[in-house]
């Protein structure tokens, strides 16, 4: 018989989200990126999370420094950033984030792209990277608030079905081979992927 897992003991997670942008970092226009982050990972994850929230301007070294002091200061599981990635002069969060690199995670980015390419025909100019800094999973995404949601959560058909998988599927499973807390996400929103061997308990509602 399986035992379920109590809501109490579901792990609490820390999780780094980092909105790259000259132009919100200066006031001139108000950021919407951190909000769209916080928002869809409240939705996704039972986990209790503890946010840390960076605006930054679009600075390769300030883009670096921050995702180092959310890793190994701060201790963030997993770090997510918005803006900067694409491929005007200014945009270097893919160099800044490539810098600070333990390994590279190749498949997120093209995945990403894929994504978007059901959307632009101008989705093959990103350049979002992801990677693992220790045992931390940092990932890019785009910068628009309505992409940020259909990258992490995929496309789905009318009747709920996937049609694409969006990355965020495999960043539980992920997260679990680099030694980090086990992530629990809400099937409505996106449903982790895991073998069978790695699956825990349901949880106890």
């Not at 980090?180 to 099937?187: A, F, I, K, S, V």
Request: charged letters at 20%; hydrophobic letters at 40%; proline letters at 7%.
């Amino acid at each position: 018989m399986t035992t379920a897992t109590p809501v109490s003991d579901i792990a609490p997670v820390t999780i780094g989200i980092v909105s790259i942008s000259d132009r919100a970092s200066s006031g001139v226009y108000e950021d919407k990126g951190l909000p769209a982050l916080q928002d869809w990972l409240s939705r996704a994850l039972h986990n209790p999370i503890r946010f840390e929230p960076r605006l930054i301007p679009d600075e390769q070294a300030t883009i670096s420094q921050t995702l180092i002091e959310l890793v190994d200061v701060t201790g963030c599981h997993l770090v997510l950033t918005t803006g900067g990635t694409g491929p005007a002069l200014r945009d270097v969060t893919p160099e800044a984030t490539l810098a600070v690199a333990h390994k590279e995670m190749p498949g997120f980015g093209e995945q990403m792209r894929q994504i978007s390419l059901r959307f632009v025909p101008t989705a093959i100019l990103s350049r979002q990277v992801a990677v693992i800094r220790h045992q931390s999973l940092i990932i890019n995404l785009p910068g628009q608030p309505k992409s940020i949601a259909e990258t992490l959560e995929g496309l789905k058909a009318a009747d709920g079905t996937s049609l694409v998988h969006g990355i965020f599927a495999a960043v539980p499973y992920c997260i679990d081979l680099i030694g980090g807390p086990y992530l629990e996400t809400r099937d409505e929103v996106c449903k982790a992927f895991r073998p069978k061997s790695a699956q825990r308990a349901a949880r106890l509602v």
